[in-house]
């Protein structure tokens, strides 16, 4: 019997829930019926028809074309000397004058250095002495030599008095070829006493100055005067990785591989040089190979010990079909361009890009030459969009563009 009243308690709950559930959510509303002269105008056209009576999208345009591309790589490279050589001095003496300023280019034989010559000039005239002297000695041996030749012939001497004159003889003159040597040596250490420039380069600072005396046992860097660097021509070097050593190494047999080096911050165009190296063995703790070009350098713009962008062309495309790096954007699948059809509506090409430099995108597929992609104001275009070719930044307007708005100028001007 206590089952009636709760059977009947929520039979009531139900009804009072489903008529709150009926005042909150009321059926949809019967749209009033009109006439169509009562409609609006332009209400019964199409989303579609609303959108296309829109104005064109100003766009800037890019033509693709067929170009050269050159495969490159990238890396950071050092600067060294073409041959360096750290001046000393070849004998002892004191640095009497210096005739050269810090950092200035020589010739190879270039005075450098002149030392003090009174010693060496005293030695070498004393070697030519000994030398004179000997050279009389010997002509009194050879005089002797002869009368003892002619008695012992006739048995006026003996033939022991023969021999011994003729050995004075032959040992005064081994003692002239020793004095010639000593003369000889006296002569270079003489002019050893002049420091020239071994070869064509730049000198450095003035480690030993006027006023000083040099040695020449003194083997250590304290001995070194000066050093000279040449630097026409000059060295970049520099690694990559190991993985690329068989294409250069191709590469290199075909022909000479062309090799740039930037200066850091400078506008001016990159040095052109060739590899000229390649060295024997793989660097096994980094996986590199260590490469040399080398650059004329004729306008002295790099510097041994400077770190240089260095850019080596492994290889080149030809007829590769490119376009602005701007024209090229990414997507859910893959890089697309927007391309300006005939009838100045734009398609959505999805394109297979490859190198990308500061100049051009390489695309391997999706896009032919000639045809035109939108470099600017993408943001704004979906396929079938009507777009209007616009100059870009201040540039003059494209082949077949409209003119802009204004006066109309006129041959001789616009008119008064």
Do not use: C, W
């Given at each position: ?13 139900v ?10 959510n ?14 609006p ?12 009576a ?18 490159t ?29 810090e950092?200035q280019?020589?010739k190879?034989?270039?005075l450098?250095?002149?030392l ?16 004179a002297?000997?050279?009389a000695?010997?002509?009194?041996a ?8 002619a008695?012992?012939a ?9 021999d ?10 081994a ?10 040596q006296?002569?270079l250490?003489?002019e050893?006493?002049?420091?020239t ?21 003194d ?27 068989s294409e ?9 591989i062309s ?10 165009p ?8 390649i060295?024997?063995a793989?660097?096994?703790a980094?996986?590199?190979i260590?490469?040399k ?7 002295d713009?790099?510097v041994p ?11 080149v ?12 954007q990414?997507?859910q ?13 734009v398609?959505?090409?999805l ?6 430099t500061?100049?051009?995108v ?46 109309a100028?006129?041959?001789?001007g616009?008119?008064?």
């Amino acid at each position: 019997m206590k089952l009636v009243p709760l059977v009947i308690g929520g039979v009531a709950l139900v009804a009072v829930a489903y008529g709150g559930y009926a005042m909150m959510n009321p059926g949809p509303k019967q749209a009033p019926t009109s006439s169509p002269a009562t409609q609006p105008p332009g209400n019964a056209e199409p989303r579609a028809g609303r959108q296309a009576a829109l104005p064109p999208a100003p766009v800037v345009v890019a033509q693709a074309r067929t170009a050269s591309v050159p495969v490159t790589l990238g890396v950071i490279g050092n600067v060294q000397a073409y041959s360096a050589v750290a001046v000393k001095s070849q004998v002892d003496g004191q640095i009497l004058e210096v005739h050269f300023k810090e950092g200035q280019n020589v010739k190879k034989g270039d005075l450098l250095f002149t030392l003090d010559q009174r010693p060496y000039v005293a030695a070498l005239r004393q070697a030519e002495a000994n030398l004179a002297k000997d050279k009389a000695m010997l002509d009194k041996a050879r005089a002797d030599l002869a009368r003892l030749e002619a008695l012992v012939a006739k048995d006026f001497t003996s033939r022991a008095n023969y021999d011994t004159a003729k050995a004075n003889a032959a040992s005064l003159e081994a003692t002239i070829k020793a004095d010639e040597a000593m003369v000889e040596q006296a002569k270079l250490k003489l002019e050893y006493t002049r420091i020239t420039a071994p070869i064509d380069g730049r000198v450095g600072s003035i480690l030993v100055n006027a006023g000083n005396l040099v040695k020449a046992s003194d083997t250590t860097t304290a001995g070194t005067l000066v050093t000279i660097n040449q630097i026409r021509p000059i060295y970049v070097q520099f690694s990559v990785p190991e993985s690329h050593l068989s294409e250069i190494r191709a590469r290199m047999a075909a022909g000479k591989i062309s090799v740039k080096a930037q200066v850091p911050q400078e506008d001016r165009p990159a040095a052109e040089g060739t590899l000229t190296f390649i060295n024997n063995a793989v660097d096994t703790a980094t996986g590199t190979i260590l490469l040399k070009a080398t650059f004329e350098n004729d306008d002295d713009r790099l510097v041994p010990g400077q770190f240089v962008n260095v850019t080596v062309e492994l290889s080149v495309i030809p007829q590769a079909v490119v376009v602005p790096p701007a024209a090229v954007q990414v997507g859910q699948r893959g890089h697309y361009v927007f391309v300006v059809k005939p009838d100045s509506t734009v398609e959505l090409r999805l394109v297979r890009a490859g190198i990308t430099t500061e100049s051009h995108v390489v695309i391997h597929d999706g896009l032919k030459p000639g045809e035109r992609v939108v470099t600017e104001g993408q943001l704004r275009l979906r396929p079938g969009t009507r777009v209007t070719v616009r100059p870009s930044s201040g540039g003059p307007p494209p082949p077949g563009a409209p003119s802009p708005p204004g006066r109309a100028v006129g041959p001789n001007g616009p008119p008064g």
